[in-house]
């Protein structure tokens, strides 16, 4: 699987984790040069506190594109460092 933003393919791997119809991309597999922190939280009731992170491709942005959990509850540990996308980002094999 291939997540894709501003023609820039920004992750890349063929270990994804679906979890309510998002793919997941292990930490490892995403081109850091590309991710920028943020401040937004938000709290999923089973998954835990969600963190953003802001993608930067050829000095456009794309604010709070990607999310992942830190410290998820029990019933999502299996998405521990592994990272999501929405706002536009293509996600294809």
């Given at each position: 699987?291939?997540?894709?933003?501003?023609?820039?393919?920004?992750?890349?791997?063929d270990?994804?984790?679906?979890?309510?119809g998002?793919?997941?991309?292990?930490?490892?597999?995403?081109?850091?040069?590309?991710?920028?922190?943020?401040?937004?939280?938000?709290?999923?009731?089973?998954?835990?506190?969600?963190?953003?992170?802001?993608?930067e491709?050829?000095?456009?942005?794309?604010?709070?594109?990607?999310?992942?959990?830190?410290?998820?509850?029990d019933?999502?540990?299996?998405?521990?460092?592994?990272?999501?996308?929405?706002?536009?980002?293509?996600v294809?094999?």
């Open positions: 699987m291939k997540a894709i933003w501003n023609d820039q393919v920004v992750a890349e791997s270990e994804t984790k679906i979890v309510e998002n793919h997941y991309f292990p930490r490892s597999s995403i081109r850091e040069a590309y991710f920028k922190p943020s401040d937004t939280r938000t709290h999923c009731h089973w998954k835990g506190e969600a963190s953003y992170l802001t993608l491709v050829d000095g456009e942005e794309n604010e709070d594109a990607a999310w992942y959990y830190p410290e998820p509850f019933a999502a540990s299996h998405i521990q460092d592994y990272v999501a996308f929405w706002k536009g980002v293509e294809n094999d």
